[in-house]
């Protein structure tokens, strides 16, 4: 079939994770009441139901824990244990997304010609709106928890879902892999906001550190985008068309790599950081097959090269040119569910420590070698 050695290491990875994932959210529902505790086990030993028992009376449970909420508010009674643990964590939430992370990127007449200043404004506005929608619902539901207000049916599902563990639908801005637990879309909530702070420093600071800064590209709310507006920035610093641009590689550069290279071609250059390579290592644009898992490829410097009929100079350092036999197209994902394709990269494929030849492509792509520009990963519903 053209597996890896390592296939069924993965595939029992990929089975691990989808379990902790839903240990994670049971966790969340285990905490009741102590009364609710104990008179459950006052009848005796009781036997455990069927597994789909199981998942609708976990349902079940979330779906009273809500309707609970009004009702221990606003009585004055003491509250359950899932109430006090929810009010924790959304007090721990609000504690780490920032209230102003970042300044909102204010447009000039220069600015706004330039394709990247575009992409970070919108990734920057949809970043706020996001925040304050999010800042928004936890503060209501604070007040709920605390009986300083009443409920409503938008807090009661908001409580059903971060009860469940499952990221409420007003919440669902941007693309992440199926069943990511709550609390880890938080966090990466909190990482995106980090680095659209980061752009809003350097558009104060004017000149080119915006196009200097290392980009995480699967800390953007559309990656997709930000690709296309700097194939439309070298575009239109050089006045080629698009269709003559594509794009190319190379791993391993330092942070300083755009300020001490050639001047004509870090104009067409971005530093990438957070890749990561499954199924082969990679070293500069020479790729080689391996067994390990997926791994995180170091800084990473993506330039815009003219294609063949272009500028000479152009082409000659695009790595692995069109008509390469030995270049190979890579699939670039979103994450490593795999289901979003962002865009494609070119990678030279070379034999391993061991020595030989180098593989044939069709053994590459067999062996289903990938990249994905974000970490985050999910579960089977």
Known sequence: ?????????????????????????????????????????????????????????????????????????????????????????????????????????????????????????????????LLKQVRGDLHQLLAVCAGEAKQTNHVRSLAESITKGVIPKGWNAHTVPRALPVSRWVVDLVERLAQLRRVSDNVAQGGDTMRNMPVWLGGCFVPEAFITATQQYVAQAHGWSLEELRLTVTTGVADDDLARGDAERARRSFLISGLRLEGAQCEGID???????????????????????????ADAD????????????????????????????????????????????????????????????????
């Open 287 to 313: 790729m080689q097959l391996a067994d390990t898992s997926a791994s995180q490829l170091p800084l990473s410097r993506f330039t815009w090269a003219r294609r063949a009929g272009g500028d000479a100079a």
């Open 318 to 381: 695009a790595g692995t040119g069109d008509g390469d036999g030995d270049s190979l197209t890579l699939p670039v994902y979103l994450n490593s569910s795999r289901v979003e394709l962002l865009f494609t990269l070119p990678l030279r494929a070379v034999a391993g420590a061991g020595g030989g030849q180098a593989p044939e492509s069709y053994v590459v792509y067999q062996r289903g070698v990938a990249m994905y520009c974000s970490a985050l990963v999910g579960g089977a519903m």
């Open 1 to 129: 079939l053209g597996l890896p050695g390592n296939a069924e290491n993965v595939l029992l990875t990929t089975r691990g994770t989808a379990l902790t994932i839903k240990l994670l959210k049971m966790q969340a529902l285990a905490s009741d009441d102590d009364d609710d505790d104990d008179s459950s086990s006052s009848g005796g030993l009781a036997t455990s139901p069927p597994a789909h028992q199981q998942q609708q009376q976990a349902a079940e449970a979330a779906e009273a824990a809500a309707a609970a909420l009004a009702s221990s508010s606003a009585s004055g009674v003491p509250r359950p244990a899932w109430m006090r643990e929810l009010q924790g964590t959304v007090t721990k939430w609000l504690a780490a997304l920032p209230a102003e992370p970042y300044a909102p990127l204010a447009r000039s007449a220069d600015n706004i010609k330039d394709p990247l200043f575009r992409c970070w404004e919108r990734e920057c506005s949809r970043g706020l709106a």
